[in-house]
C-alpha cells in the first residue's frame, strides 16, 4: 500500500485557481494509477480525475474537463491536481488515492490520503 497526504487546498475566489499535490510514500509509486475525488458536505465523494500509471492516459468528469488537469511526476513521486476557473460548486474536500488502473469508480481504488479542503468564494 502507498500512504498518500495532500495539500495545496485553501480559500479563493470564483474563476481563481489552485494547485493540489499528493505526496506519496514508498518506491512503489510508478506502480499505481492515481486518482482525485471530492466530497461536500452531506454529498456523497465523486470521481474528479484519474492518470494512469505512466502519465500517459488521462479521464475527467465532465464538469471537470477543460478546467482541471491532472499531472504526475514519478521521480518526485507526487500527483497534482491544477484546478482553474473555480467555481462555488467545486468547494469540497478532494482526496487523492491510488489503484491498480486508470479508473474513475471509487471501488477500484484502495489508497486513500487524508483530504485536503478547497473553499470557493462568490
Not at 471537470?64 to 504526475?72: D, L, N
Not at 507526487?78 to 484546478?83: D, G, S
Not at 460548486?89 to 481504488?109: H, N
Request: aromatic share 12%.
Amino acid at each position: 500500500q502507498v500512504q498518500l497526504v495532500e495539500s495545496g487546498g485553501g480559500l479563493v475566489q470564483a474563476g481563481g485557481s489552485l494547485r493540489l499535490s499528493c505526496a506519496a510514500s514508498g518506491r512503489t509509486f510508478n506502480r499505481y494509477a492515481m486518482g482525485w475525488f471530492r466530497q461536500a458536505p452531506g454529498k456523497e465523494r465523486e470521481f474528479v480525475a484519474a492518470i494512469s500509471w505512466s502519465g500517459d492516459s488521462t479521464y475527467y468528469a465532465g464538469s471537470m474537463k477543460g478546467r482541471f488537469t491532472i499531472s504526475r511526476d514519478n521521480a518526485k513521486n507526487t500527483v497534482y491536481l491544477q484546478m482553474n476557473s473555480l467555481k462555488p460548486e467545486d468547494a469540497a474536500v478532494y482526496y487523492c488515492t491510488a489503484g491498480p488502473r486508470l479508473s474513475s469508480s471509487i471501488t477500484d481504488f484502495g489508497s486513500w490520503g487524508q483530504g485536503t479542503q478547497v473553499t470557493v468564494s462568490s
